[in-house]
């Protein structure tokens, strides 16, 4: 059974603390993602990464990183976390579409991170 | 600017109705679409996908339509159950793309 594992289901943080949330994938998928999910706004995608050490800038990169040191790992990290942050953070990941492992272009999420920073 | 979009924030739907939700795209490039369902505190389930070289996919209760020249794609549950109460979003992509393009999401409530 496929599975994206998040370190936390809810997390509470103080305004200027640096905040660290885990994601593990099993499938050894190349593709991994960060999205933060918002009343109103759906899913937006924050940071990606389609390989070990890289990383791609989603739509909202700004007040976040993300470090990707081995392929079953992705962390996305709040380098001083703010108000705003709070939010649902969804962890996904994917196989390329080069790779034939399949089924690709369907991404895998984890249960989602609820952070409150107060 | 969203590229995908889901312009009906919320739907109520009798048991044993038909519930449609609709997305739109504004990106020619995307060839790929799939539908994704949440529930609370949980993450995103894939439902259903759909390929640019069809007009049409079914999966038991649920079948996803597209529309290229209209970009325009829309999820039809037939019949409706209250375990389909749910959260859902439609998602683009290119075929040979990585990244994925999700909408604002459409809550939907089947009412027993």
């Known amino acids: 059974d496929v599975k994206v594992t998040q370190s936390s289901r809810y997390l509470v943080k103080r305004t200027g603390e640096k905040v660290f949330l885990e994601c593990v994938q099993d499938?050894?998928?190349?593709?991994m993602f960060w999205y933060r999910q918002d009343p109103g706004l759906g899913l937006r995608l924050i940071y990606f990464s389609y390989d070990v050490k890289m990383k791609e800038k989603g739509d909202i990169p700004e007040g976040y990183s993300v470090s990707r040191e081995k392929k079953e790992r992705f962390s996305l990290i709040l380098e001083s976390a703010s108000t705003n942050q709070t939010s649902m953070y969804l962890c996904?990941?994917?196989?390329?579409?080069?790779?034939?492992?399949?089924?690709?272009?369907?991404?895998?999420f984890g249960p989602g991170t609820r952070l409150t920073v107060l | 600017d969203q590229q995908v979009k889901q312009n009906s924030p919320s739907l109520s739907v009798q048991e044993g109705r038909i519930s449609i939700l609709n997305c739109d795209y504004t990106?020619?490039?995307?060839?790929?679409f799939l539908w994704y369902k949440k529930y609370p505190a949980e993450g995103p389930t894939f439902l259903i996908s759909?390929?640019?070289?069809?007009d049409k996919n079914e999966d038991g209760r649920f079948t996803v339509f597209l529309n290229k020249s209209a970009k325009h794609l829309s999820l039809h549950i037939v019949p409706s159950q209250p375990g389909d109460s749910a959260v859902y979003f439609c998602?683009?992509?290119?075929?040979?793309?990585?990244?994925?393009?999700f909408g604002t999401g459409t809550s939907l409530t089947v009412i027993p």
């Open positions: 759909i390929s640019s070289i069809k």
């Open positions: 996904a990941s994917s196989s390329h579409p080069w790779t034939g492992k399949g089924p690709y272009n369907e991404q895998f």
């Open positions: 998602a683009a992509s290119r075929r040979t793309g990585n990244q994925f393009y």
């Open positions: 990106n020619s490039m995307f060839d790929y």
């Open positions: 499938m050894d998928h190349e593709n």
